[in-house]
């Protein structure tokens, strides 16, 4: 039973025009959240995280927004580059119980158009 | 520079044999972890460690086994009783919990893709 799930397992998105990338889970003791971006044969990179106490993180071009209410979380990014082009990973953890230990979405592959 | 190294970066094994991937951070991390991830699939949690000489199960733990004997190190052994062992492996350290400003996340090595001939 998947508790993070990314429902679209691919984006593309025309270069300049915001990308919307959605998760949600279904563990109520999840309580902190993260987006990690991976290319190829590479190890996946932090981006953004948020607490369940807000609901709204911006760092740059990215925005996580977090609805505990529907168990839904999304990454926007504002404007889309081609380098963005890579798979999105949402995660989320436990902190209260369960230390850093991270539960993983499928994925979702971006392709940002040039 | 620091970091998280796993090697080697591609392994080939013949069925029934046992390899050994190692993972090796300098971060001063506390909590180790070790991911595989599948084509189209996300990462999947198999085994754990929060203290040295301590590791717990993932939710995909069977055919493999780990150690913890020094802070800095977590191999993972991918044994004869993996039945699909073909994958890329992902070793991963962190602080633990939120304190000192740590953002919670977790580092990742470049990973190790393991084929089964």
């Known amino acids: 039973d998947q508790q993070v799930k990314q429902n679209s397992p691919s984006l593309s998105v025309q270069e300049g025009r915001i990308s919307i990338l959605n998760c949600d889970y279904t563990?109520?003791?999840?309580?902190?959240f993260l987006w990690y971006k991976k290319y190829p044969a590479e190890g996946p990179t932090f981006l953004i995280s948020?607490?369940?106490?807000?609901d709204k993180n911006e760092d740059g071009r990215f925005t996580v927004f977090l609805n505990k209410s529907a168990k839904h979380l999304s990454l926007h990014i504002v404007p889309s580059q081609p380098g963005d082009s890579a798979v999105y990973f949402c995660?989320?953890?436990?902190?209260?119980?369960?230390?850093?230990?991270?539960?993983f979405g499928g994925g979702t592959r971006l392709m940002v158009k040039p | 520079d620091g970091g998280i190294t796993q090697s080697p970066k591609y392994l080939f094994r013949k069925e029934g044999q046992n390899v050994t991937l190692s993972c090796e951070q300098n971060?001063?991390?506390?909590?180790m972890y070790w991911y595989r991830q599948d084509p189209g699939q996300g990462l999947r949690l198999i085994y754990y460690?929060?203290?040295?000489?301590?590791?717990q199960k993932g939710d995909i733990a069977e055919g493999y086994s780990v150690s913890r004997e020094k802070k800095e190190s977590f191999p993972l052994t991918v044994t004869s009783a993996q039945k699909n062992p073909t994958a890329f492996y992902l070793c991963?350290?962190?602080?633990?919990?939120?304190?000192?400003?740590?953002?919670?996340?977790?580092?990742f090595g470049e990973g190790s893709r393991l084929t089964v001939l």
């Open positions: 948020i607490s369940s106490i807000k």
């Open positions: 971060l001063n991390h506390d909590a």
């Open positions: 460690s929060q203290i040295v000489n301590d590791f």
């Open positions: 995660a989320a953890s436990a902190l209260r119980n369960a230390g850093n230990m991270l539960t």
């Open positions: 563990n109520s003791m999840f309580d902190y």
């Open positions: 991963a350290s962190s602080f633990q919990g939120l304190a000192g400003g740590n953002t919670g996340e977790l580092f």
